[in-house]
């Protein structure tokens, strides 16, 4: 995802677009079938650090979810993940299995469930106590 | 006289037989005129083929007169692992069958569990354990930080000890324990595609386990049970008594963080959406339902003819992996007929109990 501030054809002020990048993560399923939701919106201090954990995820290979995986990982009351990021001028989204919540993803969902443990949320919180 | 049996890995032992061969044996050899049509069966037993088939069990022998009784009752094999707050499995083993006590709630209950859920099965429908062959019985606690779930992952139940703030944990609950190890059943018998409505058929049938084995243990009829799946499991913090109502789908929780209980439980509050893998924990209501429809038309104890039927229903091999919520009704009015006669009460009230939900409807069912 571009940081708007590297994009040339953006017009708007760079502080104003940053602040329109949030990031929000369903669960559903488990075997209580509950829905949580956790939302981010970050603000311009932090949305280096947001883009970078946006940006290692490989949001291509992940399938959306309209169109869910056609192969199933085995078992039963697994947790279903939906992870979205929007800024100014793009939506990226992802479906995935909770087998597939590993590495830059589940670190991304681990940053926002930390952030937006309130399920509003503006501006997160550091990502580490050292940072702060 | 009391014998338990406890066949090491090692030892010689048969098949179906949960008789040991040591046993057979001695029958076989038995000169005494009181045990000689005991004896001939044992020899013929002996001389049969048979696989080589652990099965635990623990018998009860007693002198009839003349006669020699042998009753067997399998018993279950059961391993307990603690994951230690990773998610790493299996864990580390903490409890096999016949070790004492851990001490450690979570572990001693799933062990209970796992033993409740054997004994159902085999008291309900003579079924030894998840894999109908004795298999073993596996659980993992304490897996994960803080995790709020407890699942089935195709070979062993795996629970969390839940977050504290919605869930206390789950394997103080045995809807929830049956419930996973349910899963285990229906991945045998052939499985339901998790996913859509054969994946809430999946979880409605994991429901039925779920409850059947908790009011097996209480020895509760279908009238005096609660037909709640999950009851005590979340903290005081939320406002709900259970995670499901099989009596009233949709009634089972209403919170401010959690949102209202959002089950159907009729066919024309069907819930379409992408979550949850299609809806399978949400349109599971709607077959739960029919359940409790039949089993309460029934009466008595709902594992009996209800549970039965349903069981008979998933494991008789009519039933395919796709099956939508008609096609499992068909399945079950079907058995219903061959087990009990067509237009029998059993029939009738299965045809009633999904027509009461919508799955069928009153001119097709004719």
Not at chain 1, 9 to 36: H, I, K, M, Q, Y
Not at chain 2, 149 to 155: D, K, L, T, V
Request: charged share 20%; net charge negative; hydrophobic share 40%.
């Amino acid at each position: 995802m571009p940081h708007p501030a590297d994009d040339p054809t953006n017009d708007d002020d760079p502080t104003t677009a940053a602040a329109d990048l949030s990031v929000s993560v369903e669960r559903s399923g488990g075997f209580a079938g509950l829905v949580r939701r956790w939302v981010v919106t970050v603000a311009p201090p932090d949305a280096d650090r947001w883009y970078a954990l946006i940006d290692a995820c490989p949001w291509p290979q992940a399938a959306s979810p309209e169109s869910p995986p056609t192969i199933q990982p085995p078992g039963a009351d697994r947790f279903c993940w939906t992870v979205s990021a929007t800024a100014a001028r793009e939506r990226r989204e992802a479906s995935l299995s909770e087998q597939e919540l590993d590495g830059p993803w589940r670190a991304l969902v681990d940053a926002v469930r930390d952030a937006g443990a309130s399920g509003a949320g503006s501006a997160p919180p550091p990502l580490s106590p050292s940072e702060q | 006289m009391d014998a338990e049996t406890r066949p090491r890995d090692h030892a010689p032992h048969t098949a179906h037989a949960i008789i040991p061969a040591y046993l057979l044996a001695r029958l076989a050899a038995s000169a005494h005129p009181g045990f000689a049509v005991a004896s001939e069966a044992a020899r013929a037993t002996l001389a049969a083929p048979r696989a080589y088939r652990p099965v635990r069990a623990s018998l009860d022998l007693s002198v009839d007169g003349g006669a020699l009784v042998v009753e067997a009752t399998p018993t279950p094999d059961r391993v307990v692992s603690d994951a230690k707050n990773t998610e790493t499995l299996p864990g580390t083993r903490v409890r096999g069958e016949d070790d004492p006590a851990t001490g450690d709630a979570a572990a001693d209950e799933a062990f209970d569990g796992l033993g409740e859920t054997f004994a159902f099965l085999w008291d309900a429908f003579e079924r030894v354990s998840l894999d109908g062959a004795g298999g073993a019985l596996l659980a993992t606690v304490h897996y994960g930080e803080r995790y709020d779930n407890a699942f089935w992952n195709g070979e062993r139940m795996v629970f969390g000890d839940g977050d504290g703030e919605v869930f206390t944990g789950f394997t103080g609950s045995l809807t929830v324990i049956a419930h996973e190890l349910g899963h285990g059943v229906i991945e045998s018998a052939g499985g339901l595609v998790y996913a859509g409505q054969s994946g809430a058929l999946n979880e409605s049938i994991a429901d039925v386990f779920g409850v059947l084995t908790e009011q097996h243990a209480r020895g509760q009829r279908a009238d005096d049970a609660t037909w709640l799946i999950g009851e005590g499991i979340f903290t005081d913090a939320v406002q709900g008594t259970a995670l499901r109502s099989m009596i009233a789908p949709g009634t089972a929780y209403d919170d401010d963080v959690l949102g209202q209980d959002p089950q159907p439980a009729h066919m024309r509050d069907f819930v379409d959406t992408t979550s949850d893998n299609g809806g399978v924990h949400i349109n599971s209501g709607i077959p739960n339902k029919a359940f409790h429809l039949l089993a309460t038309a029934l009466g008595g104890f709902a594992w009996e003819r209800a549970g039965r039927i349903w069981y008979l229903a998933l494991t008789g091999g009519a039933l395919t992996p796709t099956a939508d919520f008609a096609a499992f009704a068909q399945v079950t009015l079907d058995t219903a007929a061959r087990e009990y006669g067509e237009d029998s009460e059993e029939h009738t009230a299965v045809r009633a109990a999904w027509t009461g939900v919508g799955v069928i409807d009153d001119a097709a069912s004719r």
